[in-house]
């Protein structure tokens, strides 16, 4: 089937590349006029923190129910009759400019606890309602706006607070990682038109993608960082696709076949592999929607959705692309032109491979212990997610977040929003007033506010300010306090029923949630790459082998960041901001995106060494051909992937710096010290073993060749459609070929 694909996209190049061009245009297009909005809301059915929101929106709540923040401002005394003059014109323009809005002024009889004891310090509470992404943006810009225009006195500094007002960073770290491509490329292949095959069908396949996924998002929740997350894999993947088929291409052409051969062929090897690799990715990351979160799903349909139309351009526009360069493939090629690659005795992977091999066991040690000692802070981890306080001391929100400690206290910017049922009227609010004064004889309680009621009587809100900062392990534990003896002591014999909510307790029960799931997630994500992997390489052992390596790699980056941004090592050189928190969809997405991408490298190397072992049925120089002939072409993905994700760390938002660090570490590891090191080591001390396999199962597995069975790895003839061997193709495998 591939090899018809091929052959009519190649014959056809110029209806392809025009359909493509149109879907394009028409895509964006789309997606400009009628695309989605995206919302930012972490929904976790059956938890406390949901019903007290739930409970919010459904009966006069709602403004209390969706974005907010804080107008927060200093001044010798806040209370002097010029500085409250200014402060309450800037209230009334801010409420213009967010409305539909409340702004709750400390200038009130209800506002004077806004006020800090010793009167330099105060906030208004801008209450915004349930809205989309776009729409708070543009309220806070508005917002920020008028505060920056704002005439008031001398002495005074006004920061907002709350994620309804954070800056803007105007950074294209897709720029840069295309950039970073684009000169991996240029040193990979020597040529300036065999780099910009991949970018051109990487561009196409990663906007056609994110068009895609702004009109899902109406019928799909997502958060408002998909699209940089869908560039983010979109990239590294799209490239990385293209760049296997281009490497396979050229070797055609250097093998003396035509360019229609060589894109067949290419197509047909290398092309079985991104097609494999791709619907893996698609798999693991599709596997998060047994976690039963609604933004978790629509973060997993985005990102498969980039890869799916990376996969698609490179099995369709780049056959098309590959026919109109021909054999001009290698015009305008740079003065270190790339050398051809295939089993050389002589190259540098060859030579690496015999020398881990000489001495299996410390290289198995020395490799093995490091990713063990770069996973060792994982078992220190916090999940939760970062706020304010883990964001640039410039940002006007850290700024607020500041002010607000010194004035009111750390736990200031992680109250806990306490609503309540009360069917039972009076006497049900008598019961809130009792909470209201166990609240506050709490330890760790720095103030709770009595019981606000609706208007029509049948639920109250109360809230409840931590001596501890959002991000305290303490915090955690005075949630559970308060839900677990506090509440039900106080509001005993009533039938009043409270939730305890707000922006603290819903981050405690997403990262538990998440905490409880990720260890069945990674057990079935591991299972499905060991099965996998043993129907592909009939084998046992090498699977098995393989998960556990890729289960290291993923252990040491998730080490990592909890040492950069957990711990604060070296966070600062990247703009870390504070310490916090493992934001806590990070593991689960990366460890099956990192899944899906590894099984990429470990095919197209493990393929090559198998093929070689079923030839000569020697395990040792099987392992060194394989090495030799997929190490420049591993080299280099990795090297793209990794500027890819890396790149990201250099954009403002903390976490995608966390998700892009850690998939850049993991896909560095998995290149260098797994492929590199692990890999020979252990095949060379298995021998033979690596591929056993009880011959019960090796007759209940289904057969999946990811190379095209060998009659059928001739090319086509231009003009006929029967296959038949060429100059390059007779014979057993050339030395330079690649298995990709």
Not at 160 to 173: H, K, N, P, R
Not at 501 to 529: K, M, N, Q, R
Request: some cysteine.
């Amino acid at each position: 089937m591939l090899q018809r694909l091929a052959r009519t996209c190649y014959r056809r190049r110029r209806l392809v590349l025009a359909g493509w061009v149109v879907v394009l245009i028409a895509l964006v297009g789309l997606n400009s006029s009628f695309g989605g909005k995206f919302l930012d809301e972490f929904e976790l059915p059956g938890s406390d923190s949901q019903d007290a929101f739930d409970l919010l929106e459904s009966r006069g709540f709602e403004t209390r129910a969706g974005f907010g923040g804080q107008i927060v401002f200093e001044a010798d005394d806040v209370r002097d009759p010029e500085v409250q003059q200014a402060m309450e014109g800037l209230f009334d323009q801010v409420a213009e400019v967010t409305a539909p809005s409340e702004v709750a002024s400390p200038y009130t009889e209800q506002g004077a606890r806004q006020i800090s004891e010793d009167g330099t310090i105060a906030y208004a509470e801008v209450n915004m309602g349930d809205r989309d992404s776009d729409q708070v943006l543009e309220a806070g810009k508005e917002a920020r706006a008028v505060v920056e225009d704002a005439d008031l006195p001398a002495g005074v500094r006004v920061a907002l607070g709350g994620d309804a007002f954070v800056e803007e960073v105007e950074f294209s770290s897709e720029v840069v990682g295309f950039i970073a491509a684009i000169i991996i490329l240029l040193i990979a292949f020597g040529s300036v038109l065999a780099m910009g095959l991949p970018i051109v069908t990487a561009i196409f396949g990663i906007v056609t993608g994110i068009a895609i996924v702004g009109l899902v998002v109406h019928v799909l929740d997502m958060p408002s960082f998909s699209n940089q997350a869908v560039a983010m894999i979109g990239i590294g993947v799209g490239i990385d696709y293209a760049l296997f088929i281009v490497t396979r291409y050229r070797e055609g052409l250097h093998d003396g076949l035509e360019p229609e051969g060589a894109t067949v062929r290419a197509m047909d090897t290398a092309g079985r592999a991104v097609l494999f690799a791709g619907c893996t990715v698609i798999i693991a990351v599709m596997g998060l929607f047994t976690l039963g979160l609604a933004m978790i799903r629509g973060l997993a349909v985005g990102v498969s959705i980039g890869v799916l139309m990376t996969m698609v351009a490179a099995a369709t526009l780049l056959p098309a692309l590959l026919g109109f360069i021909g054999t001009n493939i290698d015009r305008l090629g740079l003065p270190h032109r790339a050398r051809r690659e295939g089993a050389d005795r002589r190259s540098v992977g060859y030579r690496w491979s015999r020398l881990i091999q000489r001495r299996p066991w410390p290289a198995l040690i020395v490799g093995g212990l490091g990713l063990v000692l770069l996973a060792i802070p994982l078992f220190g981890i916090r999940l939760g997610f970062g706020d304010a306080g883990n964001r640039p001391t410039s940002d006007t929100t850290r700024e607020a977040y500041d002010m607000l400690s010194e004035g009111f206290g750390a736990g200031f910017n992680g109250p806990f929003l306490l609503a309540a049922d009360t069917p039972g009227g009076e006497a049900d609010m008598a019961a809130l007033e009792r909470l209201t004064g166990a609240l506050n004889e709490t330890p760790g309680v720095a103030f709770a506010t009595p019981p606000q009621p609706n208007e029509a009587g049948d639920a109250a809100i109360l809230q409840v300010f931590p001596e501890t900062a959002p991000q305290d392990e303490a915090t955690e534990e005075l949630v559970h306090r308060v839900r677990d003896d506090v509440v039900p002591q106080a509001v005993e014999g009533s039938t009043a029923t409270v939730y305890v909510g707000g922006s603290t307790p819903a981050v405690v029960d997403f990262a538990e949630y998440t905490a409880d799931h990720l260890p069945w997630f990674i057990a079935a994500v591991l299972v499905l790459s060991f099965i996998l992997l043993m129907v592909v390489f009939r084998s046992v052992l090498v699977p098995l082998k393989a998960v556990v390596m890729n289960l290291l790699s993923v252990g040491a980056a998730y080490g990592v960041l909890v040492a950069v941004f957990q711990w604060g090592w070296g966070g600062s050189l990247i703009g870390a901001g504070r310490e916090g928190p493992i934001e806590a969809w990070i593991p689960m997405m990366l460890f099956a995106v990192i899944f899906g991408l590894s099984m990429d490298y470990e095919v197209f190397l493990l393929s090559r060494i198998r093929e070689d072992y079923d030839r000569t049925r020697d395990n040792a120089e099987a392992v060194a051909n394989g090495l030799a002939a997929t190490a420049r072409v591993i080299t280099a993905a990795a090297a793209i992937m990794f500027f890819v994700f890396i790149s990201f760390v250099l954009g403002g938002e903390r976490s995608l710096k966390m998700f892009g660090l850690g998939l850049a570490v993991a896909v560095l590891l998995d290149a260098t010290v797994v492929r590199m090191v692990l890999v020979p080591s252990t095949m060379e001390l298995l021998g033979d073993r690596n591929w056993w396999l009880p011959a019960w199962l090796d007759r209940v597995l289904p057969q999946i060749h990811i190379e095209a069975p060998e009659d059928d790895k001739a090319a086509v003839r231009p003009g006929s459609d029967a296959p038949a061997r060429t100059a390059g193709a007779a014979g057993p495998p050339a030395a330079t070929d690649e298995k990709v």
